[in-house]
């Protein structure tokens, strides 16, 4: 029997992440499910979440009200879509909600506005992966474009063929880190893309390079090439379980916090 904690509404309940978030928060002792969320005409909706990812049945159905699935919740656990998450962070700040967002693809535009919800009452964490490791990896990252300043970086990822935008969100939270540590802004120093005659490699760039095949999870290595050596910082993620672990230990840690907008680094207390 689970015991009750907070109580955990998962979006995209239909999706792999929604799968994997569902049967964390079942698992795990201090969180309930709450609720499961999918986009209405959504194959799964209406379904039991438990057996829509090969559980017992929780007596929670599928379901595409989004209001009456954030009634009386606690936490929002988010891997879907820019518009929806939007939406979702709105809802999250006129409830006080913690909202947990691991969607990836955000236009400027969209994380304004998430940052609006962070500063209208909402407990937000927002990061381009949520598994411990790659969030070490970004740290380490960091250091090393910072120490190594004048060698030449490269992020290569890749992952499964139905990955709907590149680079990942976690590619680009490597090179954010990267120009974090070169104190240069990643916008105006990134190169997406190289092809044709492009010339010799312009000093001070980030690139990245995007495979997709398969039934990759994510595999991502950063690679920091200098005179005569290179050192490459690699994480390959095996199993999405680590994503929904790492969005469960920061909605934990959310709870606890004022409202405001939080990243994965702060969860770790890799900010201190």
Known sequence: MQMAGLKVVVAGAGGRMGAANIRAVTAHPHLELHAALE????AAAGRDAGSLV????LGVEV???FAAAVQGADVIIDFTAPGPTVEHAQAAAA?????IIGTTGCSEADDRAVTQAAQAGARIVKSGNFSMGMVLLASLVKKAAAALAEYDIEILEMHHGRKVDAPSGSALMLGEAAAAGREIDLKQHSVRVRDGHTGPREAGTIGFATLRGGTVVGDHSVILAGPSERVELSHRAEDRAIFANGALRAAL????????LYSMADVLGLND
Not at 95 to 99: A, F, I, P, R
């Open 54 to 57: 090969g559980l017992e049945p």
């Open 39 to 42: 986009r209405a005409g959504s």
């Open 63 to 65: 379901t595409s009200d």
């Open 95 to 99: 409830q006080g909600l913690v909202h």
């Open 253 to 260: 840690w959310a709870h606890e916090q004022a409202p405001g």
